[in-house]
């Protein structure tokens, strides 16, 4: 059975943004899926958050999907790169992500300098990548959300909310998220 895990971005928890609504659409429809409580600091720091997945994550194979949120992508594509080098899984979808720096939060600096991945293991072993962007993203500009849609060879989804997927501009359910959920 299919297991989703969803990874929140910088300074967020379950409790905000999408994450209720993507929960309840979830219990809804009996799909197992868990947002994940990473550290909300302002200062975050990668070893912790990896740390923090590995404490939540039960378990991935080949049913296992991956959602993730702005600097959460970055996080999940370095988790993902130390526990995929013998596992395959299902799908990755990717929100709002990007794979370096911004030019802005200096403070997540050393978070994205610190990340390892290979783009190439993800390619590899996710056998349904997605990125999806919005053209009002003015905190990570589509134009990152495409430089990590191309480094991982992912399908590019335009979503209707125009922002950063955050609740104070007004983004409180995905559909676009879910649809690519349960999308074969």
Same mark, same amino acid.
């Given at each position: 059975m299919t297991q989703v895990y969803v990874v929140h971005g910088y300074t /967020?928890? $379950?409790?905000?943004?999408?994450?209720?609504?993507?929960?309840?659409? /979830?219990?809804?429809?009996? +799909?197992? %899926? @868990? =947002? %994940?409580?990473? #550290?909300?600091?302002?200062? $975050?720091?990668?070893?912790?958050?990896?740390?923090?997945?590995?404490?939540?994550?039960?378990?991935?194979?080949d049913q296992t999907i991956f959602v993730a949120h702005s600097l959460g992508? +970055?996080?999940?594509?370095?988790? %993902?790169?130390? =526990?995929?080098?013998?596992? @395959?899984? @299902? @799908?990755?979808?990717?929100?709002?992500?990007?794979?370096?720096?911004?030019? *802005?939060?200096?403070? &997540?600096?050393?978070?994205?300098?610190?990340?390892?991945?290979?783009?190439?293991?993800?390619?590899?072993? =996710?056998?349904? *990548? &997605?990125?999806?962007?919005?053209?009002? #993203?003015e905190r990570v500009l589509p134009k990152f959300s495409f430089q990590q849609?191309?480094? +991982?060879? /992912?399908?590019?989804?335009?979503?209707?909310?125009?922002?950063?997927? +955050? #609740?104070?501009?007004?983004?409180?359910?995905? $559909?676009?998220?879910?649809?690519?959920?349960?999308?074969?």
């Open positions: /967020a928890s $379950p409790e905000e943004n999408w994450f209720p609504w993507i929960q309840q659409q /979830a219990d809804q429809y009996g +799909i197992p %899926l @868990k =947002v %994940l409580r990473l #550290d909300p600091s302002e200062t $975050p720091q990668l070893g912790t958050w990896e740390q923090q997945m590995k404490e939540q994550i039960a378990q991935i194979d992508c +970055i996080a999940t594509l370095h988790y %993902l790169s130390q =526990v995929l080098l013998n596992q @395959k899984i @299902k @799908k990755l979808i990717l929100v709002a992500g990007f794979n370096g720096r911004l030019g *802005r939060l200096e403070q &997540v600096n050393p978070f994205i300098d610190t990340a390892d991945i290979d783009f190439e293991l993800i390619r590899d072993q =996710v056998h349904d *990548r &997605v990125v999806i962007y919005s053209e009002g #993203d849609a191309e480094s +991982i060879d /992912a399908h590019v989804v335009a979503a209707e909310h125009q922002g950063h997927f +955050i #609740d104070s501009e007004g983004c409180t359910a995905l $559909p676009e998220v879910w649809a690519e959920i349960i999308r074969d």
